[in-house]
Nanobody, 117 residues
């Protein structure tokens, strides 16, 4: 079974940048759906960005133009570059992988991002 581990979460000031990494025990491939989610304090988990096969990466309106999901098929790592961070970006960030054909639906354990004003 594939396992995912996030890293790169930290305390940042508003306006700064962070890059989160999602490392997997198996290579990512073109037919994998790869996503980043976050859970703000006291709120439900929400979608941040999703990369699906053959489709342009989609971003939540709140992060559009500031965040960039980067994946390399054949590699075991995915990134989320977060620019111009805002306090409302605070939360636990999770990576997620889904491949219906392979029967894979896996979450990482999360990494904490805290943005101070």
């Amino acid at each position: 079974q594939v396992q995912l581990v996030e890293s790169g979460g930290a305390l940042a000031q508003a306006g700064e940048s962070l890059t989160l990494s999602c490392s997997a025990t198996h290579n990512f491939y073109g037919d994998d759906h790869l996503s980043w989610y976050r859970r703000p304090p006291g709120k439900e988990r929400e979608l941040v960005a999703v990369s699906s096969p053959g489709v342009t990466t989609t971003y939540a309106d709140s992060v559009k133009g500031r965040f960039l999901l980067r994946r390399e098929n054949g590699e075991k790592i995915m990134y989320l570059r977060m620019n111009n961070l805002k306090p409302e970006d605070t939360g636990v960030y999770y990576c997620h992988m889904r491949n219906a054909l392979m029967g894979v639906d896996v979450w990482g354990q999360g990494t904490q991002v805290t943005v101070s004003s």
